[in-house]
């Protein structure tokens, strides 16, 4: 790689290889050390084309999300098969992977400044702006950012364009998938929104179960299927459809949390368990 070698947005390579190491670092503890992250299907990873892939997810976090899955992601192609153990895989990180962010969330600081770099492709959303709702055309240079993006390598997307459960999936995402007829990769994350705060970068809660499910590619006909089919299977992919929705009992968070617990407990006694054995090895 060239000291100087820029990717087509014109970010330095190597500063963005050195930003990925670096926030890797700071980061890993919040998957794996305050909190743990349970990943399913993270196989699939290395079986994907290096360009034109887009991972469409449900979203609990503005950068919480993202982060973990640049972890998963990195960690998956050097090997480790749903398991982030090692930060190592971070000394050599996948350098095309963007992903789409509101443009006033990536100019609200340094750090989010920061996080763009490492491959945010910002778009307006047409839909909401300053926390007011809107309603403006969609900017053909934002599509075409994102199209960009995927002829380069790998795209994270958030269809629903919010932190919030429940909300429509926005047709955008289906037109681009029509458009550019990329691999499409379902996620679905949860616990993120019991870890972080809104914005995914203050921990408001340690002991959380995270976890991170990437599905086997979605089957689309991408000149046959309509907007609103493709729309229904991202839907129902990233387990956002109407049809998932119910109300959650107090009992049941009860018994989830109790669940936690037990990992937890779990998780510690083997700790320990590990570092008695390694203790009687060392004074033998």
Do not use: C
Request: aromatic share 10%; charged share 25%; proline share 4%.
């Amino acid at each position: 790689m060239g000291l100087f070698k820029q990717n087509p947005f014109g970010h330095y390579l190597i500063l963005k290889k050195w930003l990925i190491r670096i926030m890797g670092v700071l980061t890993h503890r919040r998957y794996s050390g305050f909190n743990q992250l349970q990943i399913e299907g993270s196989e699939i990873i290395n079986t994907l084309p290096d360009k034109n892939v887009l991972f469409v997810s449900n979203h609990q976090t503005y950068f919480a999300d993202v982060v973990a899955m640049y972890h998963v992601f990195n960690a998956s192609l050097s090997g480790r098969v749903d398991s982030i153990k090692n930060v190592g895989y971070l000394w050599n990180p996948k350098l095309n992977i963007y992903y789409v962010a509101a443009r006033e969330t990536m100019k609200g600081g340094f750090l989010p400044k920061l996080l763009a770099y490492a491959g945010s492709v910002s778009i307006d959303r047409t839909w909401r702006a300053a926390g007011q709702e809107v309603n403006r055309k969609v900017k053909f240079s934002d599509i075409s950012n994102i199209g960009t993006a995927l002829e380069d390598g790998w795209v994270i997307t958030f269809p629903q364009g919010t932190t919030k459960p429940w909300k429509p999936i926005r047709k955008g995402t289906a037109h681009i998938i029509k458009k550019y007829k990329p691999t499409v990769i379902p996620i679905v994350i949860d616990g993120f929104r019991r870890s972080f705060d809104k914005k995914g970068i203050n921990i408001k809660k340690r002991g959380i179960l995270q976890s991170m499910q990437i599905k086997e590619p979605l089957d689309v006909d991408y000149e046959n299927d309509s907007v609103q089919d493709i729309v229904e299977k991202i839907e129902y992919a990233i387990e956002q459809h109407p049809s998932f929705k119910k109300v959650i009992t107090e009992e049941e968070l009860k018994l989830q949390e109790e669940l936690n617990e037990q990992r937890r407990y779990s998780a510690k006694t083997k700790k320990d368990k590990v570092k008695s054995k390694n203790k009687t090895i060392n004074n033998e």
